[in-house]
């Protein structure tokens, strides 16, 4: 699925259509010379062993990455399955996984298509696309049932940032 679901910059392929190397159901065809891109890549159904074989892209249609800059859980997900992250086993996992994210100043983002679709313990709020040079700012409220969470996306330079970092 990564070969599908993620770019790959040295070979211009783009997100969603099949690398053109991508032998389906084989792998590879070009393994030995790959670019860095791919050799370096580790999807994270691999990297954790607390991840549930559910997961496993060929099985879930998803894939999951996380980007430490950015402290994001992403689940990028197979067009042709877009509604499968909504059934279980996922959703509630997902909502566990950003639940646990939020208290570690994270997020988990389902990207759909062009969509960015934040995920929030009770519930989700589509960002659409997300540019490069825009950022996710996470607002907490603290109420009588707990903290209640908002997300939004703004511009690197936004004035907001500055109220966030005192």
Aim: aromatic share 8%.
């Amino acid at each position: 699925m990564c070969c599908k679901l993620l770019s790959i910059g040295a070979i211009q392929k783009p997100r969603l259509q099949w690398c053109t190397h991508c032998d389906v159901g084989k792998g590879c065809s070009i393994y030995d010379q790959r670019p860095q891109e791919c050799r370096t890549f580790y999807c994270g159904y691999l990297l954790d062993s607390a991840i549930e074989d559910f997961w496993m892209p060929a099985k879930s249609k998803m894939v999951l990455t996380f980007e430490s800059a950015t402290n994001q859980l992403l689940i990028h997900v197979d067009p042709s399955r877009k509604g499968a992250w909504r059934q279980e086993p996922y959703h509630s996992r997902i909502r566990q996984w950003a639940a646990v994210s939020l208290k570690k100043r994270g997020h988990v983002i389902v990207w759909q298509g062009d969509d960015w679709i934040a995920i929030l313990p009770d519930r989700e709020v589509n960002l659409g696309p997300v540019d490069p040079s825009q950022v996710l700012i996470t607002t907490e409220t603290p109420g009588p049932s707990g903290v209640a969470y908002d997300i939004r996306v703004v511009e690197k330079g936004d004035p907001a940032l500055d109220n966030l970092n005192g």
